[in-house]
């Protein structure tokens, strides 16, 4: 199911189209700060956009070595907190360069409206790292030799 909200899915294109891109700055420019990601093994808080940056950063030859070349997504529910606050799932769709399916994702983003857009604060990540494990053992890849 693809849930439509035109705020939203403008805010996901233009996330998806900076991952595809590897564009960090833009990336963390729609992040708020400071910005929270969580899932079963890591959580941190991301004090301001430089530090987003260069945590983006440092997972792009992961991602290159794995084929990544490009990202969709499918909006699947949207809940309206309040007038600015939403809660978006959301299922992230990684592509090889022939447009190929590589794997998929799940997530939960609290975004915000401010005065200049939509902004994340918190991203909750609920299979990444068993997708991202399962992608790389399929490729003969060793996740230990790359950081998060």
Not at 16 to 21: E, H, N, P, R, V
Not at 49 to 68: F, N, V
Request: aromatic share 10%.
């Amino acid at each position: 199911m693809n849930q439509f909200d035109p705020e939203i899915e403008a805010y996901l294109t233009a996330y998806a189209a900076t991952l595809s891109a590897f564009d960090s700055e833009a990336a963390a420019g729609l992040w708020a700060t400071p910005g929270m990601i969580i899932d079963d093994r890591f959580h941190g808080v991301l004090e301001d956009r430089e530090s987003m940056a260069q945590g983006l950063e440092q997972s792009y030859p992961l991602y290159r070595k794995l084929g990544l070349a490009s990202v969709g997504h499918e909006c699947l529910a949207v809940d309206a907190l309040t007038d600015r606050i939403k809660v978006v799932h959301v299922r992230w769709l990684f592509y090889d360069a022939d447009g190929e399916p590589l794997t998929d994702s799940f997530a939960y983003y609290i975004v915000r409206r401010d005065d200049d857009g939509l902004h994340a604060c918190v991203c909750i990540q609920t299979d990444d790292a068993e997708k991202l494990q399962a992608l790389a053992t399929d490729r003969g890849i060793d996740l230990s030799t790359f950081t998060r």
